[in-house]
């Protein structure tokens, strides 16, 4: 087993610093698109445009959509042939459009 690398304290203070706003980021898309105001098709452009935002999971994000739980969620996904480990950066065309029919 290999080790971690060393980081100096300023190094891990950065990434620390980083990975809280990444969670901040996620958290705040999650709860608006639980609120109503981002709907999927805003999600996935955002997700085009901002990295933190492309590597929600999928399945966390349509689980937040209103009235989407996480059986609903699930299923579709598993309809679609889309794995649950899927991030929206690594959603394809096909598989967009078809997301965007079943929850629209």
């Keep these: 087993m290999s080790t971690p690398p060393k980081l100096t304290d300023e190094q891990r203070r950065a990434a620390l610093e980083k990975a809280a706003e990444a969670r901040r980021i996620r958290a705040q898309v999650k709860k608006d698109l639980k609120m109503g105001t981002l709907n999927l098709e805003q999600l996935l452009a955002r997700a085009d445009a901002e990295p ?4 929600i999971k999928t399945l966390a994000a349509l689980e937040s959509l209103p009235g989407v739980g996480k059986v609903t969620a699930r299923r579709t996904m598993e309809r679609l042939g889309i794995a649950e480990s899927r ?17 629209s």
């Design 52 to 55: 933190m935002v492309a590597k």
């Design 87 to 103: 991030r929206l950066s690594g959603l394809g065309p096909q598989q967009r459009k078809a997301l965007l029919e079943a929850f």
